[in-house]
């Protein structure tokens, strides 16, 4: 009896707050009710009314219940008798609440509009219930937004240099290994310098990048999102991916050159500066462009000035871009922990001739058969130009001050682990 009390309160408080939220409604937008929550309420108070009877009529049943209890705690009982028996509860029978479908009508009507909780108790007996557990074959499984591709189709290294159409799978790369002469003349008429000019050649070879996947047809025809579309996409990311890591290790195989990077701000400034000069003295040309891993990338964004601000404030979290002493920096995944090189970007050359998506029907086995294909070469035509650094993202000092770029600057280095 006390839950079902409960119940009949609790309900009471819900329509209470809800009238009174109503009201209040009204009542901080300075207005009168409307209509329509006027009906509203007026049909809440009705069934406020029938609540007080039922709670007025139960509390009594519950306070002559309590006044038995204490009636019968003044007289000494028998021993209760227990058994371990497993009492079965008898299978629901709907003709002991509703002999007849009389009964049935005569309890709905009750129900709806006394809301006689005896008759909406026996309805709520007979009344299935039907959940969602019930019919999982009617229950979709939604597939929400893209297919999720974590490769990076962007190719940092291969962007940043020189990009050239592939004439053919090898081929020459001319490079003038002497040049004319031109000298002061001693005096009029005198024979002028002279030298022959002498070209050479970097043999150049085209490597092939492909693969391919053999696809049912029941499969490209019944999925959704469709799996030929998504398989295209991923040869396309695994494609650029393979292609720029290659070219990276090509990369840094063409470079024999190595120069001091630094550790902190100021060991940096000077070795910069130095490695700059040792390129425009060998390579006849200034760079332009540090190529670097991710890590070599944290660690100049986290260098610090003495006064606190970042010593290259041009690099932020939000990008990998920026301009670490006026050098344009390319980050790439692809280059190994610790790499930096600097150089001129225009002595770096990638050709390419992409034959992209390729299809071919298999009636036999009801197939598909995908493919994608390219051909990339790289080249380096002036390995002077270049210089690796070396000593950067491999701090392990511990709060080391240096002075240089016009002050002191500190860095505290953490061990790399």
Known sequence: MPSYLDRLNAEFDQITDGVNAVLERAANEDRDVTDDEQASIDRDDARRQELTRSIEHYTEVEERSG???????????????????????????????FPTPAHWAIAVHRSMTMRDPEAIAAIERATAHQMIADNPGLVPRPILGPVLNLFDSTRPFISSISNRPLP????????????????KQAVEKDLTASQKMVIGKIPVAAATY????????????????GIL???????????????????????????AQTTAGGDTFAQIMANFYAAAAGLLANGKSLPDTLWVAPNVWGQLGGMTTVQGGAAFP???????????????????????????????????????????????????????????????????????????????????????????????ATQTKTARR
């Open 67 to 97: 006044r038995v209890a204490v009636l019968r705690g003044r007289v000494a009982t028998l021993p209760r008798q227990t058994t371990t028996t497993q009492v079965t509860e008898p299978a629901y029978d709907i003709s002991r609440d």
């Open 314 to 408: 041009s690099l932020t979290l939000t990008g990998t871009s920026g301009n670490p002493l006026g050098l344009r920096l390319v980050v790439d995944p692809h280059f190994p922990a610790d790499t930096a090189v600097m150089g001129a970007s225009r002595f770096a050359e990638w050709y390419e001739d992409v034959d992209g998506l390729l299809q071919v029907q298999e009636p036999d086995v009801l197939g598909q058969l995908v493919g994608y294909a390219g051909y990339g070469a790289f080249c380096n035509v002036n390995p002077l130009a270049f210089t690796k650094l070396t000593g950067i993202g491999t701090i392990t000092l511990e709060a080391q001050s240096e002075g240089g770029g016009g002050g002191t």
């Open 210 to 225: 492909a693969g391919h996947l053999n696809i049912s047809r029941q499969d490209v025809k019944w999925t959704s999102p």
């Open 229 to 255: 579309q998504i398989v295209f996409d991923d040869f396309v990311a695994v494609y650029a991916a393979q292609t720029d890591a290659d070219a990276c290790t090509q990369f840094l195989a063409s470079i």
């Open 168 to 183: 053919v799978g090898a081929f020459d790369r001319p490079t003038i290994s002497q040049h004319v002469a031109i000298g």
